[in-house]
């Protein structure tokens, strides 16, 4: 199985959704992250404000808050090897990291939705905005 860990910089909430204005980067991450765990992958995530001892035990990661601060978040884990610091990967690139293929998942996403072509939304939603507005047979 394939393991995911990711060390988030300190944040309100264990995801950094919440409070008036939510950074979108954030969201996309939470669905991203949700779309890895449909798929197998085991994902932990640990805030620094609210598991600091998570921080301090893992090596690598203590290397690079000691070498970089806080700069150093967010951080990526996938089976125990550091992948990236300091940003937020996007979809693609932690598919290549988890070895799954987007396009035949994309497929079996998109299974029952208004169109073969749209993506999931954050919500889990199949359709597009116009679509769901249209409120289109089959929209969530």
Known sequence: MISLQVFDPAMCCSTGICGPSVDPQLVRFSADLEWLKQRGVEVSRYNLSQQPAAFAQDASVKAALESKG?????????????????????????????????ESSASKTNAGCCSPKVAPAAGGACCSPEEMAASKPGCC
């Open 70 to 102: 806080e700069a150093a978040l967010p951080l990526l884990k996938i089976n125990g090897e550091v992948k990236t610091t300091g940003t937020y990967p996007t979809r693609a690139e932690l598919a290549a990291w988890a070895g799954l293929d987007m």
